[in-house]
């Protein structure tokens, strides 16, 4: 480092006037113009805010964009306030940084700001697909763009587009369900995210993902291969980007997995031919985590090869100097061109600038009381009321509010973070009250008249003396890969309780899962049966429905298999013979025997 009077060079950058703070180009052209090839570099360099290694190198490298991964969390804590503070602090250092520029800070808000503690947390998209239901889903887009935006963050990884074709998949959940003409019309949630213009207030910048073909892996490998024609690639998996694209999503995301055995990040065809010349993408893309360092051959070749391919900004995360060092000698090197690098820095800035972020690129923090509101609670919990799918009833539902005595059983029923799932505070979810949010135990108690005895038996091994029993089983949380299965059957412990509760009174089962498991063995044992997904922090969605203060109105988004030997299964298959059809959902008021 060398400094003169009033201005410094770090890391191979001159810093200009320290202190500025203010953008020192006022256009994409005129940035363009005046940057060297390592802060075009550096535009073009996600770097996880916690792998930083000062917070200055934000401004040494003039650094494009941070994110926070899964469960990335301030090291301050993880309040609303902790966010909006972190990201004006590395605002702050963009700011300082030669020309200025502003940083884009990235986030998971999959289902609502769900790494951030208290904030709404929605059900997770297999249960939106449920709804069928693009005005509420748009609706949530809106709501979670208002606390996103409120912690100071402009974009968001999401909307998943990804087509799940197999339950084993254990990225199913983020999937809107099997077809894409589901997933095409929940793009909706573009438009609520994105609003009708990025430079407004609450408009956060949205991510199609994962680029292409991610559902559809042999045996819903996660990160496999897609082996399919590319007639069905385009009809199944393409198919809800065009609308996207044509919704003007701001990024897209290409995905780990592969396309008959080439990567979708090394894939030139893909990334640049089908998804711009064809489709007609004008935004950015961002790789997948690491996601570059997968591709055949040295890291050389993963730089070389992934942003000739098409990909505009990478997300490191990790080893950013190492990515600056690198792409800088393959450009010099020939390898890559001046004009590759200035398209995507393009790209990159006219986001930017169409988000406002170089008139305003400190956080709008005015709607942070709003974050965890009852009106936001309150759209979450009618997604619930809308995602829940009947698919058994003899009789049983509604539960009437008056009776003497309720049993409440299984391991999900007082778990708000069983409920929500993946990618909620962690990555990986976890169980307990990890946020804010009623359990469906508590959603139960408050539903019912006084007087009645609501007694919960979380293993269903107690007395046994109610008029009802209610049965919360299912998955525990998990995320990507990790939720892979061959096996998505309920553990004996929970198939015991379903047993020792329905053997002693009429009774429901309420599954909260990711997906469709297998529970042909025991459906018959059971009075009713609802899937509940992932209902997220508003638990009391389901009281609502099985006290019947609203009918089930949820379809299933997935087939139902009988066996895991029928997978992969789908509606339009030949032989289709499943246990409940694509599109199945009983009213409380048709009978299941009919
Ligand atoms: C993950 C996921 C992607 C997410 C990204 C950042 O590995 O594949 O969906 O947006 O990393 O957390």
């Not at 966010?83 to 300082?96: F, I, K, N, S, T």
């Not at 007694?455 to 990507?480: H, S």
């Amino acid at each position: 480092m060398s400094s003169e009077a009033g201005s410094t060079t770090i890391g191979g950058i001159d810093q200009g006037q320290q202190g500025s703070l203010v953008p020192q180009c006022n256009s994409v052209e005129d940035c363009l113009s005046q940057m060297t090839l390592d802060e075009k570099i550096g535009q073009m360099t996600q770097a996880s805010h916690l792998a930083l290694e000062t917070e200055s190198d934000v401004t040494a490298f003039a650094l494009g964009s941070l994110l926070a991964g899964g469960g990335g969390a301030p090291t301050t804590g993880n309040t609303p306030t902790d966010w909006a503070d972190m990201v004006d602090g590395y605002q702050e250092a963009a700011l300082r940084s030669r020309l200025g520029i502003p940083i884009l800070f990235g986030v998971d808000a999959v289902h609502g700001h769900s790494n951030v503690f208290g904030t709404t947390i929605f059900p997770h998209n297999i249960g939106l697909g449920a709804t069928r239901d693009p005005e509420l889903v748009e609706r949530i887009g809106e709501v979670t763009a208002a606390e996103v935006y409120a912690t100071g963050i402009r974009w968001n990884f999401a909307p998943c587009l990804c087509v799940a074709r197999d339950e084993r998949w254990g990225r199913t959940y983020e999937s809107f369900g099997e077809t894409p003409e589901l997933a095409s019309m929940m793009t909706a949630y573009i438009d609520g995210m994105q609003g009708d213009s990025l430079s407004a207030r609450n408009s956060v910048l949205a991510t199609a993902k994962h680029w292409v073909g991610d559902g559809g892996t042999t045996r819903g490998v996660d990160q496999g291969d897609t082996e399919v024609t590319e007639a069905e690639l385009s009809e199944v998996h393409i198919a809800p980007f065009t609308e996207a694209i044509r919704r003007n999503v701001g990024s897209v995301m290409p995905s780990y997995s592969s396309w008959n055995g080439q990567k979708l990040h090394g894939d030139e065809y893909l990334l640049t031919e089908v998804l711009r010349d064809d489709l007609g993408f004008a935004g950015f893309v961002i790789s997948d985590w690491a996601a570059i360092d997968q591709l055949p051959g040295d890291y050389a070749s993963d730089v070389r090869t992934s942003i000739n391919a098409g990909i505009d900004m990478v997300m490191v995360p990790d080893e950013y100097e190492l990515f600056i060092e690198t792409l800088r000698a393959e450009v010099n090197a020939g390898n890559v061109s001046v004009e590759r690098i200035d398209e995507a820095v393009t790209r990159i800035l006219q986001a930017k600038f169409d988000l406002g972020l170089f008139d305003q690129p400190f956080s709008d923090r005015s709607g942070l009381d709003d974050i965890g509101s009852a009106s936001h609670r309150e759209v979450a919990r009618q997604a619930v009321q809308q995602s829940l799918v009947l698919l058994k009833n003899d009789d049983v539902l509604p539960i009437s509010p008056d009776l003497n005595e309720i049993v409440v059983a299984g391991l999900s029923a007082d778990n708000i973070g069983v409920q929500s799932g993946g990618w909620t505070i962690s990555w990986q979810g976890g169980s307990g009250a990890t946020t804010v949010g009623t359990s469906i135990l508590e959603g139960i108690q408050k539903a019912v008249d006084d007087g009645v005895t609501v007694t919960y038996d979380r293993r269903g091994n107690g007395a046994l003396t109610g008029d009802v029993g209610i049965v919360v089983v299912g998955e525990q949380p998990y995320a990507e890969g990790r939720g892979d299965s061959l096996d998505i059957s309920l553990r004996a412990s929970e198939l015991s309780t379903i047993e020792r509760v329905c053997s002693a009174m009429p009774c429901v089962v309420v599954l909260v899962s990711g997906r469709p498991m297998i529970v042909s063995d025991i459906i018959e044992n059971v009075d009713a049966f609802v899937a509940a997904w992932l209902p997220g922090s508003e638990g009391a969605g389901i009281a609502d429905v099985l006290f019947g203060e609203v009918d089930f109105t949820g379809t299933l988004p997935m087939t139902w298999p009988r066996s895991v030997e029928q997978l992969p299964i789908n509606v339009g298959d030949r032989d289709y013979d499943p246990l409940y059809p694509y599109g199945f959902g009983l009213t409380m008021f048709d009978d299941s025997n009919d």
